[in-house]
């Protein structure tokens, strides 16, 4: 049989499993926005100050759509998995960023026809 106290304790430490988050929202208010990550592989064959470019173009295109960039991580030359357009190695970058759900459509299809950007994936880090 159990004793009244003991069902609270159990209850009271599920209770505190849960965990309260901060949701953002857009600066234009109504909108919450999501926490997301984007790592691509840079053509290694460019020159530093292009692929730095590059970094800033993609950080560039979530600022003017409304997102903010949390962290960048720029990882740098590392071998490839499988050789991409004939190439072993190529240069990392990982930026965490907040936005709406419409900037990642953007970022992909502009990531897609950039010619600097080998590979590319977007990751929804809120989705379960």
């Not at 950080?59 to 991580?73: A, C, H, P, Y």
């Not at 357009?85 to 900037?103: D, M, P, S, T």
Request: charged residues 30%.
């Amino acid at each position: 049989m159990y004793n009244n106290r003991a069902c609270f304790v159990i209850f009271e430490a599920r209770e505190s499993l849960h965990r309260v988050r901060a949701v953002p929202f857009s600066p234009q208010g109504g909108e919450n926005m999501t926490n997301y990550e984007i790592m691509f592989i840079i053509d290694p064959t460019l020159e530093e100050e292009k692929k730095n470019a590059t970094v800033e173009k993609v950080q560039e295109i979530i600022k003017t759509g409304e997102g903010e960039v949390s962290n960048v991580d720029v990882w740098g030359m590392k071998k490839l998995a499988y050789p991409i357009e004939k190439k072993n190695e190529g240069y990392y970058v990982v930026i965490e960023f907040q936005a709406g759900i419409e900037l990642p459509k953007e970022l992909d299809r502009r990531l897609k026809i950039s010619d600097n950007v080998m590979r590319h994936m977007i990751i929804n880090k809120d989705a379960k």
